[in-house]
């Protein structure tokens, strides 16, 4: 098994950046895609990025692209979410996941963990 533990979410206003960061532990393998996703209210669970196992392929949601960096550090089992030029409807519980494939990808059917979610709230 592989626990999956965000951080880094609170309150900012519309424009400003957050870091989310994903703690992996457990049977952890470096080897595997890992994403984040998110699901603001009354909404599905949405893909926003997603990274291969060595951090060579990177995929964005078109809502996040040029504004989202995703990033992973796999001797430290982190991964990495800057969010800059936030906007009120990147409000969400952001999720990361991880997959026991190295390939990234945006299908969340794809993804095997899950952990339990970090509230962003973007409002004035």
């Known amino acids: 098994q592989v626990q999956l533990e965000e951080s880094g979410g609170g309150l900012v206003q519309p424009g400003g950046s957050l870091r989310l960061s994903c703690a992996a532990s457990g049977r952890t393998l470096f080897v595997n895609g890992m994403g984040w996703f998110r699901q603001g209210p009354g909404k599905e669970r949405e893909f926003v990025a997603s990274i291969s196992w060595n951090g060579a392929t990177t995929y964005y949601a078109d809502s996040v692209k040029g504004r989202f960096t995703i990033s992973r550090e796999n001797a430290e089992n982190m991964m990495y979410l800057q969010m800059n030029s936030l906007k009120t409807e990147d409000t969400a519980v952001y999720y990361c996941?991880?997959?026991?494939?190295?390939?990234?990808?945006?299908?969340?059917?794809?993804?095997?963990?899950w952990g339990q979610g970090t509230q962003v709230t973007v409002s004035s």
């Open positions: 996941a991880s997959r026991a494939s190295p390939m990234a990808t945006s299908n969340r059917e794809h993804y095997d963990y």
